[in-house]
């Protein structure tokens, strides 16, 4: 079972929701987790429920390094919290140590196929033939050279995306300790990445963001998002019996 955890003391009551939250600390004192009383009951991830939990980790990120517990987490009793920080302890000193000062940004790429489209034409003298003819309709046999077209489209469309994605990434690498590459979402997206940078250049990764998404303006749409706590760089195994997320029912 894989869980993400959040590591942090005192943080202000979300105006989303009214639980009253409280700082958890760990028995040796350098690390506490952020927590709430709730019932033991599964949370559904709502855009409302969402907010509330990102809403408590950007207010605790202000001034703390924070190590992210998934969403819908919920251990049984404070023992268990308290258990959970002294049987992990190796593993989030050590994280901690590696995160400090550090935070994520999301970058969503779209593109718009048919700009792209005309731009690949542009530049493949095979693409442009054959829409020509079988435009004129010159050719004995359209439908073989529909399905050639087809594939020469395909795979200039392909280049396109990963000689963009080669292009954020170059561009954006020097501000970036780390990055990981997710699965991109549906046929427009072309990047769904995570970077790693460290506090003190976020507003020069910023402006590397601002940079690139002007440079392919008209051609890809950015989505940008952050700063986030280390959700994509974070990843501790648990091993507890009593404690994890709440079982359905």
Request: hydrophobic share 40%; glycine share 4%; aromatic share 8%.
């Amino acid at each position: 079972m894989h869980h993400r955890v959040r590591v942090a003391a005192h943080v202000r009551p979300s105006r989303h929701r009214r639980a009253r939250r409280r700082g958890v600390h760990h028995p040796l004192r350098w690390s506490a987790a952020v927590v709430s009383d709730t019932p033991v009951v599964v949370y559904d991830p709502t855009r409302e429920n969402a907010l509330a939990h990102e809403r408590v980790n950007e207010a605790v990120l202000r001034e703390f390094t924070v190590i992210p517990m998934s969403f819908g987490t919920v251990f049984r009793t404070e023992g268990d919290v308290v258990e959970f920080l002294k049987d992990t302890a190796d593993a989030l000193r050590d994280v901690l140590a590696k995160m400090q000062g550090k935070i994520e940004f999301g970058l969503k790429v779209n593109w718009e196929p048919k700009t792209v489209l005309r731009e690949a034409e542009a530049e493949h003298e095979e693409i442009r033939r054959l829409m020509e003819e079988i435009q004129s309709n010159r050719l004995a046999s359209t439908y073989f050279a529909r399905v050639q077209l087809g594939r020469l489209i395909e795979r200039a469309m392909s280049e396109k995306a990963d000689s963009y994605v080669r292009a954020i990434y170059d561009h954006l690498r020097d501000c970036a300790i780390a990055s990981r590459h997710n699965k991109p979402i549906g046929d427009k997206m072309i990047l769904n990445a995570a970077f790693l940078v460290e506090s003190a250049r976020a507003e020069e990764f910023d402006r590397k963001v601002s940079e690139i998404a002007r440079r392919f303006a008209g051609k890809l749409r950015f989505h940008y998002t952050g700063p986030w706590p280390p959700y994509n760089f974070v990843n501790i195994r648990l091993k507890l019996e009593r404690a994890g997320s709440a079982p359905p029912g």
